[in-house]
């Protein structure tokens, strides 16, 4: 998604005549070396238009962005459980139960892809947002009876007139976006980690700092979780178990075939098991694959992994010490006891205080006057 984008700038470019002098621009050798030596970076700080995160903030937490008005966002991504829901397994929209962990939207705006399987680009939250309302299975919305239901909000058109334009009619895509805004300005708070790059030496316990050295040295975690959110963002297969609920429970088993008939995955009626991105690229070396996640603020994030098989920290380490599970590209790592706990404390100081906002008083509905619609 990214690349073609550069590829016409590039186009821009030589079309302007500016290529030589784009080319002669040498780095300095200091931001070399530092891009050459994976590490977790501190996070820069965040960029989000104020106005509209405000009214993205109300439509966040209000239900009537869902088709029954059953659920909002913060249903499955609530601020109180880290920003996710604190299950292994996400709920679904009413009569359907969906297939996977439902993920912290925590440093969203870092993300370079969203989803397990990495099937939506990171930079266009609009986009993640519209799947999220208009899926069945999370809140079977539509974006015109979106922005219908905005409009009979008169607090909502008044936001609307400050965050957007005085006398623009909300619309669905801009909905979206505005949504997109809000998720964009929820980043971590405080981290210890941070502070400890940035100078602070005391910042981190001296376990941690062993810690730190492990997921650099002899664990090896930063070849593939590095960068500000500690995720390469690409795919990778660590054969995390299956989690059997979704074989057992038919609401979630038809929510899973019905995403891989819907990216038209072959034989996906043969498939019992999470196949992760294969089903997007049908490619069959991607079988089993999932993105990267971040390692920012797990403390409030258990259980972790794709299917929340995981319900520990520790117990992520004890599966990396093995090499992972059946199928892994990873290696046994050899850790001894004192090791892994060091892992365990580097990874909590990567998180900060706790993130919350409350949930607004939500303005009810009032009929628009006839003629000023
Ligand atoms: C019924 C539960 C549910 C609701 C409601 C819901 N989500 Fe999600 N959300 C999920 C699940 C589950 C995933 C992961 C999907 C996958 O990987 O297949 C997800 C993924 C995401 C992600 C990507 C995070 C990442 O790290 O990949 C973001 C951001 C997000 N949702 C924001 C929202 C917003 C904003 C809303 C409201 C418009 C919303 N969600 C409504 C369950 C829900
Ligand atoms: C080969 C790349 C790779 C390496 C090496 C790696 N990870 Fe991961 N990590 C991933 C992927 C991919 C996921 C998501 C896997 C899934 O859900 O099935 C993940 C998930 C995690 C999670 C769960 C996050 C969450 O929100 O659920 C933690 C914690 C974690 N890794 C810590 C570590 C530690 C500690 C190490 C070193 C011992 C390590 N990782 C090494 C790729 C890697």
Known sequence: ??????KRLAGVFSALGVVSLVGALALPTSVHAQTDTPDVLPLPEAKFNKKMV???KYLYFDVRMSGDAALSCASCHDPKKGWGDGEA????YPASEYFRNSPSILNS???NRFTWDGRLDGSDAGTLVRDMMTEAHTMNMDGRLAQERVKQVPEYVAMWATAVKPGDDPNGMRIFNIIGEFVKSVVSQNVPYDKFKKGDANAISAEAKQGYALFKGKANCVSCHNGPIASDGKLHRLGVPENPEITKDPLRHITMLRHFSTSGMPNYM???TDVGSYAITKEPKDKG?????????LKYTAPYMHNGMMKTLGDVVEFY?????QGSELKALGLNDAEKKALVAFLESLSGDRVVVEAPKMPAYQ???FGKN
Request: hydrophobic residues 30%; glycine residues 14%.
């Open 54 to 56: 405000e009214l993205g």
């Open 289 to 297: 694959k999932f993105l990267t996640q971040s390692l920012r603020d």
């Open 109 to 111: 705006a870092y993300k």
């Open 367 to 369: 009929a628009r006057t």
């Open 1 to 6: 998604m990214i690349k073609p984008k550069l």
């Open 321 to 325: 010490n093995r090499g992972g599970g």
């Open 89 to 92: 397994l996400s709920r679904g």
């Open 270 to 272: 043969n498939t019992h």
